[in-house]
């Protein structure tokens, strides 16, 4: 009789824990789902979501998330091609109001540019008339080979105040002058690349390596807008 009262016990056990995890795994994925679009609203991208090892059933319960991690798909990020872009965001509040999708405490992203998706960037936006990127570490500088060689142009971009510029360092062909459009096109692409702050972010170091462009973004608290006219709207809590 004891064994089986013990035999019973264990299956309800056993049956309990087995609809803990099937509602845990059901949970992270309606949130992951939920979350990627309300993201996706604010960044224009398709993006990877991760959390915190917190039990997403009480995530989703008091509608606090402690922390989101946030991947950019690799492909591009608004007219960036091949930007990658790993963020975080912290203090996290899922709960969907008339005014907002949510709110996030604080945040920060690590953003890099690689000179292979600079030059895809640059055949999009100004056709091919530049035919190869290279980076200067040492001068900080990115340097564009443009009509086959014929002609260089040199920007170099710094963080001014709360965004970044870009400014011409140089720009010739054998001696001679590089018509201003071509330049002003490069440095229109290059600074449209890196005027995409994600969650109310803003630049706080820009670095150039001989491989692209290494950036770091921090912001504080920030609100997630409520999805554009016509797609549906869906909270993340339990109820929702």
């Known amino acids: ?10 299956l309800i056990v056993a049956a309990l824990v087995a609809a803990l995890l099937a509602g845990e795994f059901y949970a992270r994925h309606t949130a992951k789902k939920c979350m990627s679009e309300q993201f996706r609203n604010d960044l ?11 039990p997403m059933l009480l995530q989703l319960l008091d509608s606090k998330v402690p922390y989101v991690t946030v991947d950019s798909d690799d492909t591009a990020f608004g007219p960036a091609q091949q930007m990658k872009v790993h963020a975080r965001a ?17 945040s920060s992203a690590d953003i890099s540019w690689p000179t292979d998706g600079i ?33 260089t142009v040199k920007v170099k971009p710094q963080i001014v105040g709360d965004k970044v510029e870009v400014k011409t360092v140089e720009a010739k062909v054998i001696g001679l002058g590089v018509p201003s459009d071509l330049v002003d096109g490069i440095v229109n692409a290059i600074s449209s690349g890196l ?39 869906s909270g993340c809590g339990i109820l929702s």
């Open 90 to 106: 912290n203090n996290v509040d899922i709960e969907q109001t008339s005014q907002s999708s949510g709110t996030i405490g604080s």
């Open 119 to 151: 030059a895809a960037t640059l055949q999009n936006e100004v056709g091919g008339l530049v035919n190869g990127v290279t980076a200067d570490e040492s001068e900080g500088t990115l340097n564009f080979s443009v009509l086959s060689g014929l002609a």
């Open 195 to 233: 005027q995409q702050y994600p969650l109310g972010m803003t630049p706080k170091s820009l670095e150039i390596t001989d491989k692209g462009v290494e950036m770091r973004l921090e912001g504080g608290q920030f609100t997630l807008p409520l999805p554009e006219q016509g797609q549906k709207a």
């Open 44 to 54: 224009g991208t398709n993006v990877d979501i991760g959390f915190s090892p917190k």
């Open 1 to 10: 009789m004891r064994n089986r009262a013990v035999l019973i016990s264990s």
